[in-house]
Every structure is written in structure tokens, then in C-alpha cells.
């Protein structure tokens, strides 16, 4: 775990920064975004499917509404958190009790927040591959850990804050066209990366596909849904994912 989350900070930068110039461009780059965007599902039913849940590697859950920014976030271990993301307002509960101490909800919001931009980050980083802030590069052709050929792209970020020199290896199968391997890179100058991860079992949800297979660790009750109740996001009871999916 501490290998995700010493990533966050830059994660941040990534779903606030701003957009990248055009010159900064790299045209076979964007190509191969675009065509990785239509094999999972094309960008407009990205864009539709709302309401997104997952396990972060069978621990913590997130529902998410990405249209509203409204989050449910239970951290596995007694806390559960309603908030939003866009705003960072919201309420927590410890065991069932609400937490009425204005710094100690602070600290949980916060949490939760940072907790959402890595989780979703492992979620769903192959739709965000144009997202405004990110410089994308192509890189050449590759393989893969599976041995399978691959194209590369090379992310870095725009005012990432304290991690200016991180970057990744996103590894796109020349078949399927989709991504199946991201590394990281401590720093732009190292010669080998802090670790390898696969994307793998590439599965359908709603219109759209996901990858809950990261290798060693996987994701769990990965979920999409058109319609939530409200209490899913106004309500700390627990919820039955399961039943939600039968509705």
C-alpha cells in the first residue's frame, strides 16, 4: 500500500491541473488515446455512465457519482464517509457515530478525498489518458511482462505539485488495443522503474469496459449503474451492492 499512496499528491495535480498547450501535443500519442478510448467503450459512454463502484483492491469502497461528484466512501476499517468530491464538503461516521469534531471530520474528509483520487486513478486511468494537465508521449513499441508486443506511451504532468519528476509507461496491447501494463517511475532520470503492474482481465460494465486485475491484487465489486437510491450518498446505513445490481 505505501507504494499507492505515495503517489497521491501527484494524482491531485492530475485531476485539478490545467490544460496542456497544443504544441505540447504529441499527434501519434493522441491517436492511440483515441483508439484506446473506442476499444474500452468510446469516450461518449464513458461520458454517460454515471454512477461507478469498486472495492480498491478488495478493502475500501467507493460509489461514485461522476456527474454530481458525490462520493460513498467506507474505509474497511469502521469509518464511513458522504461527501463531495468537487467541493470536499461532507459528513463521517466512526462505527456507526457521527463525527462532530470539526478537525477530526476535516482530517476524514480529506482522507477519503485522497483516497478517491488514487483508488479511481487504478480504476480508471486508461479514460483519463487526455485529461487536461496530462503530457502524453509516444514512446515506441515494447513488450510486455505477459511477452505480448505493445505500443508505449510516456505520462508526465503539468504543476504536479511536490512530485514534479514522477512519470509512467502505459503499455497498450498492438492487438486489442487496450492498455494491459502501466510502470512507474519514481523519477523522469531513473532507469527502471519502482514496479510493474498488468491490466488484465479487461471485463464489460454497463457500456463501457474496466479492469479489475492489477496482478498481485485485484479489485472487487467493481460496478456500474444508471440509477442509486439517494441514501447510497445521504445515508450511512450499510449498503448491499448485490441488491443494488439485482434492481
Known sequence: MGRMMTIVSLLIMIFLSGDVSAQDRDARADELADKVMVAMGGQENYDNTRFIAWRFFGRRLHVWDKWTGNLRYENGK???VLMNVNTKEGKAWQEGAAIEDAAELEKMLEGAYRAWINDSYWLVMPYKLKDPGVTLVYSGEGKMEN???????????????????????????????????????????????????????????????????RGKSKHSDVAVFDQLPDSVFSSPEPIDLAALKAQ
Open 78 to 80: 469502521g469509518a464511513t
Open 147 to 213: 511477452d505480448r508486443d505493445a505500443h508505449v506511451l510516456t505520462l508526465t504532468f503539468d504543476s504536479v505539485g511536490v512530485t514534479p519528476e514522477n512519470k509512467y509507461e502505459v503499455l497498450i496491447d498492438k492487438e486489442r488495443l487496450l492498455v494491459e501494463q502501466w510502470n512507474f517511475y519514481q523519477k523522469a532520470s531513473d532507469e527502471e522503474p519502482r514496479f510493474k503492474t498488468p491490466w488484465a482481465n479487461w471485463e464489460p460494465h454497463g457500456k463501457i469496459l474496466l479492469s479489475a486485475d
